[in-house]
């Protein structure tokens, strides 16, 4: 964006004068905009929300006094011709003769576009999956990444142009194409299967107005997509800081500059007494529909763009929003000197003249361009009739309705019956002569002016290092809006936190108060596995809420307001007091109800892991979001990954036990380093008993501890207890003194999560908006058209917003207590080693301890030394006696289970 910096006082009398000039011309050059009608056709009433020449007024008034202000400060510093000045005229309106004075260039930028035409896929690309077709389509792995459908064309050689400060209308019944070119004007190409035909800016070729000069035409899609919960000061003040220049009135801060610029905003468009209303949506409470709409041309207002297309814009506004949308529209135009172009439906005659040029596109087709004031009689002379009380769009939009459109008398069997002839009709009219030849003039003024050049030079002062927001000033920026949304909606924050607690009291119930003796050793490690699992199930809750920021994101990015890494370092950077917070409430949630080591030490140790490992999880499912084209491919994806990470975390499937093939998830699991980290901090150091049933046999004859073995994995014949070291080492194979390498581990999961999901956000773009696009059961879409049916009728091609869909989750089903009776083998780690007593075999010693229902049974009953003892039986006798499920309960469970599930499906 660029900004004037030195400005003599002649040079500021010059501007002020011919601001007005240019001013005074527009408003006569647009009777519409000095003598608006005080009632449409319809009688309805003109709003008072946005008055053109208040507008101007409040303008010039704001430059006085910004003017004012600096011959004040340039006198009291006794060098007035020296002085500094900022020219508030060229960041509103832009115009020549103020840049000129400032030395700086004009960056206005007109668009032209010679047999355009667009294609993409048919319905029968897109279907709506069943479980059926997602397997077929799996299996069929030699359609992988092939096109499907047919190609049909959306437009069809359309031509036209605009010139800086016009205003171009694209009228069209819904499918005729009107999105899709503004769409493709805009450089938002994405979606479809081929663009033909030359666009270019101020001749500039449209790829590399793309490549070199990002938002410098921006789109606005026909839904305001803003955060809900900010106000509107919140958003436009994030948008200013962001576009704030350096070079500034003498003692002008960075705010103060913010604030004018806020308070002009406000004013122009209405939205003064909103300033602190949220922005909000269907489902927050906030600005209306006009409200909002102000507000995204407030927001667009302060990009600086050249070009500016508005897509249906007025779409559920009322006739007085829609006026006072569309007036806004025009102060924006003649100020700025921008160029626009908009598509509206059902507008009225007071909307209608305040455009400069129209285009009706029927089928992809251009059945008219030129100027609006002649578009109601081009058709009237060509045979059709217009009553009295029907407005101009609605009679051009019904032309191609047979069952709308009415003919004049003597003109039957001599009007155009179907788009293509229309189109022929149009281009053998004087009007396309008259217009093939404007556009060459417009060229030809091109190639002498060279406007381009002054763009390039313009763009390239807006760019400098001096002018725009580093990139250390957009993490800041968006830092401070991230804590804004969390601030705007404190219930989330609430609901999250109240969350977390109930979930930390429901898992300390289940493992309260372990005892330090066998079986509190065992029951650590289903402990600390749930204190991962929760937190990460927990942060499994960002995907939603990444995805459903992704349009802002779009949006901002086509404006080029900051980059899109920036807005994911501020997210983990706000990420991390919020994550600090839900770890130590959860963990004293916790810790001190499970009974778990009551060393400081330690639960600092487990708090850091904790930390640690929400980052990181956080950034897991961000990166799948980020990479994912929508919310169901991410969550299947992410869910699936999250599965494997789940059952390699070492507990489920201790590591010397893991399958070779798949060894290697488990050194790819964030997870499983995290619970080693823990469980080491947790169980190093300690001392386990093996008193009374935690040793083998037990039993009122079995009382000399020499001949009796501790129930844990790794003891010693004859010991009483057990070290949580060597109990780790025996069981899973972890060394206690690596739990600090574990957590650098977990930290470099973060970062790498961190820098992908930021490169990713930064280089991979999914276009989203325009419309919606009708998806179809397979076999069921409509049959492809052949190309005489198509040149009648051709179907908008958009690309799929399933992110912008209600997303309706389930509660994932689960079941216990389904068991086979079959017999469960010890492996080498899980045998007990016995010594008996001298003169005894293993089966001799033993008999007293199975009498008395002792489970387990002995690999080698005969012998004499040391006898290996299995503490597993039949499965249905182990986990009826050691957990407490009963095989007989087994259908009632059934039974259970798919109620549960249909009640949460239905």
């Not at 010139?163 to 999105?179: F, N, Q």
């Not at 800081?241 to 002009?264: A, C, Q, W």
């Not at 009708?774 to 992110?803: H, I, M, N, W």
């Given at each position: 964006m660029s900004y004037p910096n030195q400005i003599n006082r002649n040079s500021i009398d010059n501007s002020l004068n011919s601001d007005t000039r240019t001013i005074t011309n527009q408003i006569e050059q647009y009777p519409s905009l000095s003598q608006t009608r005080s009632r449409g056709d319809y009688g309805e009433i003109n709003g008072n929300a946005v008055d053109i020449n208040n507008a101007i007024e409040e303008y010039k008034s704001v430059e006085r006094e910004l003017t004012r202000q600096s011959l004040a400060a340039s006198a009291k510093n006794k060098d007035a011709e020296k002085a500094e000045a900022f020219d508030l005229t060229e960041y509103l309106s832009d115009q020549h003769s103020q840049l000129t004075a400032a030395g700086l260039k004009p960056k206005n930028m007109g668009v032209i576009w010679k047999s355009l035409s667009v294609y993409g896929l048919g319905a029968e690309a897109r279907s709506i999956s069943t479980n059926l077709s997602v397997i077929l389509d799996t299996l069929q792995f030699w359609?992988?990444?092939?096109?499907?459908?047919?190609?049909?064309?959306?437009?069809?050689?359309?031509?036209?142009?605009?010139?800086?400060?016009?205003?171009?209308?694209?009228?069209?019944?819904?499918?005729?194409?009107?999105?899709?070119?503004?769409?493709?004007?805009?450089?938002?190409?994405a979606g479809y299967t081929d663009v033909d035909g030359e666009v270019t800016y101020g001749s500039i070729d449209a790829r590399e107005f793309s490549k070199y000069f990002k938002g410098e035409v921006c789109y606005n899609e026909e839904e305001d997509i803003h955060y809900p919960t900010l106000t509107t000061e919140q958003t436009l003040r994030f948008a200013l800081?962001?576009?704030?220049?350096?070079?500034?009135?003498?003692?002008?801060?960075?705010?103060?500059?913010?604030?004018?610029?806020?308070?002009?905003l406000g004013n122009m468009l209405g939205l003064t007494k909103q300033m602190h209303t949220k922005v909000g949506n269907a489902f927050v409470r906030g600005l209306s529909g006009g409200e909002r709409k102000r507000l995204s041309i407030a927001e667009q207002m302060t990009t600086h763009s050249s070009i500016n297309c508005w897509d249906c814009s007025t779409r559920g506004l009322d006739a007085s929003s829609a006026l006072d949308y569309v007036r806004s529209l025009r102060i924006m135009t003649d100020i700025q000197h921008k160029t626009t172009i908009s598509t509206l439906y059902q507008a009225s005659d007071s909307i209608f003249e305040l455009f400069d040029k129209i285009m009706v596109l029927d089928e992809g087709r251009c059945i008219y361009f030129g100027p609006t004031s002649q578009a109601k009689q081009y058709f009237i002379d060509m045979g059709f009739h217009c009553p009295s009380r029907k407005s101009t769009p609605d009679f051009l939009t019904g032309l191609c309705n047979l069952n709308e459109r009415e003919v004049q008398e003597g003109f039957e069997g001599k009007i155009p019956l179907n788009s293509v002839q229309f189109e022929k009709a149009y281009k053998e009219s004087n009007m396309y002569k008259q217009m093939m030849n404007e556009r060459q003039a417009y060229e030809s003024e091109i190639c002498q002016d060279k406007p381009f050049e002054t763009f390039k030079e313009a763009f390239a002062q807006a760019h400098s290092s001096s002018s725009l927001y580093t990139y250390y000033q957009q993490v800041k920026s968006l830092t401070v809006r991230q804590y804004q949304l969390i601030q705007g909606d404190k219930m989330a924050l609430f609901v999250r936190f109240a969350d977390v607690i109930i979930k930390g009291l429901i898992t300390a119930s289940v493992f309260y108060m372990m005892p330090l003796d066998g079986a509190g050793a065992f029951s650590r490690g289903g402990a600390i596995l749930f204190i991962v699992l929760i937190n990460a199930f927990i942060s499994q809750g960002e995907l939603p809420v990444f995805m459903e920021g992704r349009g802002i994101l779009q949006k901002h990015k086509g404006f080029a307001m900051y980059h899109p890494s920036a807005f994911y370092i501020a997210q983990v950077l706000i990420d991390i007091p919020l994550v600090i917070l839900q770890s130590v409430v959860f963990l004293v949630s916790v810790y001190f109800i499970m009974g778990l080591a009551p060393d400081a030490g330690k639960f600092f140790t487990m708090l850091i892991n904790l930390i640690f490992l929400n980052l990181c999880t956080n950034g897991f499912f961000r990166f799948w979001g980020a990479i994912s084209p929508n919310f169901y491919i991410a969550s299947q994806i992410s869910s699936i990954l999250f599965i494997?990470?789940?059952?390699?975390?070492?507990?489920?499937?201790?590591?010397?036990?893991?399958?070779?093939?798949?060894?290697?998830?488990?050194?790819?699991?964030?997870?499983?380093?995290?619970?080693?980290?823990?469980?080491?901090?947790?169980?190093?150091?300690?001392?386990?008993?093996?008193?009374?049933?935690?040793?083998?046999?037990?039993?009122?004859?079995?009382?000399?501890?020499?001949?009796?073995?501790?129930?844990?994995?790794?003891?010693?014949?004859?010991?009483?207890?057990?070290?949580?070291?060597?109990?780790?080492?025996?069981?899973?194979?972890?060394?206690?003194?690596?739990?600090?390498?574990?957590?650098?581990?977990?930290?470099?999961?973060?970062?790498?999560?961190?820098?992908?999901?930021?490169?990713?956000?930064?280089?991979?773009?999914?276009?989203?908006?325009?419309?919606?696009?009708?998806?179809?059961?397979?076999?069921?879409?409509?049959?492809?058209?052949?190309?005489?049916?198509?040149?009648?009728?051709?179907?908008?091609?958009?690309?799929?917003?399933?992110?912008?869909?209600?997303?309706?989750?389930?509660?994932?089903?689960?079941?216990?207590?389904?068991?086979?009776?079959?017999?469960?083998?010890?492996?080498?780690?899980?045998?007990?080693?016995?010594?008996?007593?001298?003169?005894?075999?293993?089966?001799?010693?033993?008999?007293?301890?199975?009498?008395?229902?002792?489970?387990?049974?002995?690999?080698?009953?005969?012998?004499?030394?040391?006898?290996?003892?299995?503490?597993?039986?039949?499965?249905?006798?182990?986990?009826?006696?050691?957990?407490?499920?009963?095989?007989?309960?087994?259908?009632?469970?059934?039974?259970?289970?798919?109620?549960?599930?249909?009640?949460?499906?239905?």
């Open positions: 359609n992988w990444g092939r096109k499907r459908g047919t190609d049909f064309t959306i437009l069809n050689s359309v031509d036209g142009f605009v010139k800086s400060g016009e205003m171009l209308l694209v009228l069209g019944r819904p499918g005729a194409g009107c999105s899709t070119l503004l769409r493709v004007l805009a450089n938002m190409r800081k962001n576009k704030t220049p350096s070079t500034r009135l003498p003692g002008e801060t960075k705010n103060d500059f913010v604030n004018e610029i806020l308070y002009m494997a990470l789940v059952i390699y975390t070492g507990y489920q499937i201790p590591y010397p036990r893991m399958h070779p093939w798949l060894m290697w998830i488990y050194w790819i699991d964030p997870l499983a380093y995290s619970f080693k980290a823990m469980i080491s901090s947790e169980m190093a150091g300690s001392v386990y008993s093996c008193e009374g049933t935690n040793s083998i046999p037990y039993g009122a004859s079995y009382t000399d501890q020499t001949y009796r073995t501790c129930i844990l994995p790794g003891s010693e014949p004859g010991d009483s207890y057990i070290l949580g070291d060597t109990y780790l080492k025996y069981v899973y194979d972890y060394d206690t003194w690596q739990k600090w390498i574990n957590f650098v581990a977990v930290v470099l999961f973060f970062l790498l999560f961190t820098a992908l999901t930021a490169l990713s956000m930064e280089y991979i773009e999914y276009n989203q908006g325009g419309s919606i696009t009708k998806v179809y059961k397979k076999g069921f879409s409509p049959e492809a058209e052949s190309e005489e049916d198509q040149l009648k009728q051709a179907t908008r091609a958009e690309e799929e917003e399933l992110d912008n869909r209600p997303v309706k989750t389930y509660a994932q089903p689960f079941w216990n207590q389904l068991m086979l009776i079959y017999k469960l083998e010890c492996g080498d780690a899980d045998v007990i080693k016995i010594r008996p007593p001298p003169g005894q075999t293993c089966s001799q010693y033993m008999s007293n301890f199975f009498a008395d229902g002792g489970l387990g049974y002995i690999t080698n009953p005969d012998s004499i030394e040391l006898c290996n003892y299995c503490q597993y039986s039949i499965a249905n006798d182990y986990y009826e006696t050691r957990i407490g499920w009963s095989f007989a309960n087994r259908w009632r469970n059934f039974g259970i289970l798919w109620i549960f599930t249909a009640f949460n499906i239905a």
